[in-house]
């Protein structure tokens, strides 16, 4: 398999940001892809989850429809960690700030030759890590991109629940 871009929890759940530039960049880069097609995880898809029942029932309620029809309707490959991915990022000197979700991350985006798409402060503006990163939080965006209806009225409603950014 292969993929040309990879996103991370930080990333997903960066559309619900209480940094207001986090949530409009995050957000405009799923509404910009709605019809592609990204990867994505099975640990990073679980981590959103893990984060989301965190939170008081009536935000998770909130959330979710968002969620569920944003995976639908967008494709998102989750994919495992292969075996090649867990001898690279156990075999790799990695800078001793990036936890294993992230070097695990790492190390899948190399065996597929994808772009890591980001708004990881720990992961962004590097140049010491073997895959390519990019940062949404770097791109000059100016004003947020909306998703077509109804999902704009699901993430609305979806916005009782926001997350802050050290968080993810």
Known sequence: MSAEAMIDASLFMGMHSTDDTVRGRCKS????RLTGRVSMSLEHVGFCDNLVWSYPRAEQDAYYPFMDVLHTDMRIDRIGYEETDLKFALD????PDLPWHER??????TRLGAVVHTASSRLTGRTDLPAAVVSVLNTAQDSAVDF?????R???????????????
Do not use: C, I, K, N
Request: aromatic share 12%; glycine share 0%.
């Open 29 to 32: 880069f799923f509404a910009q």
């Open 92 to 95: 790799t000197a990695w800078p």
């Open 104 to 109: 695990l991350l790492l190390a899948m985006a």
């Open 148 to 152: 077509p209806e109804p999902l704009e």
């Open 154 to 168: 699901l993430y609305a409603d979806s916005l009782a629940l926001r997350v802050a950014p050290e968080r993810v």
